[in-house]
């Protein structure tokens, strides 16, 4: 009976844990909207090269699939030749209007969605013709609005890599500078999270976000500013932690502050699906247009209050 039982409670274990990883990958899916529309070529191979994971899209036109009862067409479009490259260890920033097609970008990078023109290539191989889940290995995101699982805080972290040690969890953690908050609640890394645990603030999930992020180490980033208001202080630190998680990756960062593109390799000013400016901060300051007004408007606003909200 003994013998029986073990075994059967073994497998027990092991479809919880399946099933709560499909509930968890579904409902990461669900919440960030996104459809599971790409699929492996035949024979696709993992993606290779990735110490020196350069990032290019070349002539990218897309525009998101319309359902009309059970039939998809193509809807309007939303890229329109879009090219760039963000060399190994360098940061590309992208900004411009709400809708101009930035979080796009980073969605068609993470192959949520293929493309109906032009080629994304990752250290030179087109991301559809490699594996998804090997794309998705080699990127972290740390996105807008963070999907927190309900389940403890130190299961949310570990997320970013399976099978990480209490140790691992608690470095990430110091690292994004969320552990002393985690550490000052009565369970510390075992508080629940989520709908039904600890709420935490959009700053504190970004923070958990960072630390997942930290414990996965992509050698591809891409940060997705939130759009909701932090104040200032909370914005400089985690400015600060970003700054440190992409020193040597290969980053893409949406951006909502401009702020925060001051440094980047090139900035790419966006407008309604096209590249209408492009540069250095420096070089886009000189060029006097829409680059250089979005920053003046920026500068105007008073020093408390988030970014001036996109025209
Ligand atoms: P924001 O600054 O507000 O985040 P954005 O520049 O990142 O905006 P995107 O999210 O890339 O803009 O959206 C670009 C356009 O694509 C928008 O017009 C949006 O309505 C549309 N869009 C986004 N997601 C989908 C989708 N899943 N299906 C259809 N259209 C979409």
Redesign the pocket.
């Known amino acids: 009976m003994i013998q029986l039982y073990i075994p059967l409670n073994f497998l027990g274990v092991i479809y919880r844990e399946i099933k709560q990883s499909l509930t968890d990958l579904d409902k990461m899916f669900t919440l960030m909207?996104k459809e599971r529309e790409v699929a492996d070529a035949p024979g696709a191979q993992p993606l290779a090269g990735l110490s020196q994971p350069t990032v290019r899209f070349e002539n990218v036109h897309f525009s998101?699939d319309v359902r009309q009862g059970s039939d998809f067409s193509s809807?309007r479009p939303?890229l329109q030749g879009i090219s760039f490259e963000i060399p190994v260890g360098k940061t590309v920033a992208v900004v411009?209007?709400?809708?101009?097609?930035?979080?796009?970008l980073a969605r068609l990078l993470f192959r949520f969605y293929d493309i109906q023109q032009g080629r994304i290539t990752i250290a030179g191989q087109e991301i559809r013709s490699v594996t998804q889940a090997s794309v998705r290995q080699a990127i972290g995101i740390v996105p807008q609005d963070t999907v927190l699982f309900n389940d403890t805080v130190a299961y949310n972290i570990a997320y970013g890599r399976t099978g990480a040690s209490q140790d691992e969890i608690e470095a990430a953690a110091r690292a994004a500078r969320i552990h002393d908050f985690i550490a000052s609640t009565p369970k510390g890394y075992a508080t629940m999270v989520g709908e039904r645990g600890l709420k935490l603030s959009g700053g504190e999930k970004q923070r958990v976000a960072i630390a997942r992020t930290l414990l996965k180490n992509p050698p591809i980033l891409i940060f997705d500013e939130a759009?909701s208001a932090l104040d200032s202080a909370n914005e400089r630190a985690i400015q600060a932690e970003l700054q440190g998680v992409a020193q040597n990756k290969t980053t893409l960062v949406?951006a909502?502050r401009l702020s925060t593109v001051v440094d980047a390799h090139e900035i790419l000013v966006?407008d309604a699906g096209r590249i209408i400016e492009r540069g250095t901060h420096a070089q886009l300051l000189a060029l006097g247009g829409r680059y250089a007004s979005m920053w003046s408007l920026q500068q105007e606003a008073p020093p408390e209050s988030p970014a001036a909200p996109?025209p």
């Open positions: 909207d998101y809807g939303i411009g209007p709400s809708g101009s097609g930035k979080s796009t759009t949406i909502h966006m996109s």
